[in-house]
């Protein structure tokens, strides 16, 4: 179902553009026509006045197209990071590790076959991520994943051979890096430094990520993996939302 709204929503976006797009022609025509008649009359005030108008009508156009475009791009870019990030779990099986991987330690050894491979899993990951912190250092869903990743990570080798915990609430994030300066400084501890954008971003990627992770686990069933990544990103989304209801509420409403 949310294949098919995302679907839906990039054709709406399609249509606005194709609209834009037609109103930006008809206005450079009216535009090309002013300018020929202001190269008869240059001082004609209602010609310079209507000249003046639709250029900034045509301005206010472009700057739809531009953030349409920025919307599409960045839909499209989550979509792919979530796909992506979930393909990992789908595709560890057949991924190869680094020739200084291929001996475990040897507390790891005490481990089932299944809970070593599940290290081998969560370590892979964890070094996916740990990339992606270098071409985008700061960023707080990375971050978040990466004490995520770490913390089962920790959990196995610490037990050894004992099942890991599949915890049902998401584990204690760092805190995310202070954005560009407040015009105003924060009016609540909730606030941390983010403004309610930021959270409502953060809380429409995890919900993503928990739609996506539905609809593979119901797909896919023996991916019981996906219960416990599930359970931690809706203890996340809860979070956020706690987080979005303790901001100062703006007024103007």
Do not use: C
């Not at 501890?189 to 409502?200: D, H, N, T, V, Y």
Request: charged share 30%; glycine share 4%.
């Amino acid at each position: 179902m949310s294949e098919a709204a995302d679907l839906s929503a990039e054709r709406d976006r399609q249509t606005q553009l194709l609209l834009l797009k037609r109103k930006l022609k008809a206005r450079d025509k009216v535009l090309l026509h002013l300018e020929q008649r202001l190269r008869m009359a240059p001082d004609n005030q209602h010609w310079l006045f209507l000249k003046d108008e639709h250029e900034k009508t045509r301005l206010d156009l472009h700057e739809q197209m531009r953030q349409l475009e920025l919307e599409r791009q960045g839909s499209h870019q989550l979509t792919q990071w979530v796909e992506g990030y979930l393909s990992h779990w789908e595709d560890a099986d057949q991924e190869v590790l680094d020739p200084g991987e291929s001996e475990a330690p040897t507390k790891n050894q005490a481990l089932s076959a299944e809970q070593a491979h599940e290290l081998e899993t969560w370590q892979s990951l964890l070094r996916k991520v740990e990339a992606r912190l270098l071409r985008l250092p700061g960023d707080p869903r990375l971050l978040d994943l990466r004490a995520s990743h770490q913390m089962r990570i920790q959990a196995l080798q610490n037990f050894g051979s004992e099942p890991a915990p599949i915890p049902t609430a998401a584990p204690p994030a760092p805190p995310p890096p202070l954005p560009e300066p407040l015009s105003e400084p924060p009016k609540t501890a909730a606030l941390q430094g983010r403004s309610r954008e930021q959270i409502e971003k953060e809380l429409e990627i995890w919900a993503k990520l928990v739609k996506k992770s539905q609809e593979r686990l119901a797909a896919k069933p023996e991916l019981a993996h996906l219960r416990g990544m599930i359970a931690e990103h809706q203890a996340k989304m809860a979070s956020l939302v706690a987080e979005l209801a303790a901001l100062p509420q703006e007024n103007g409403n």
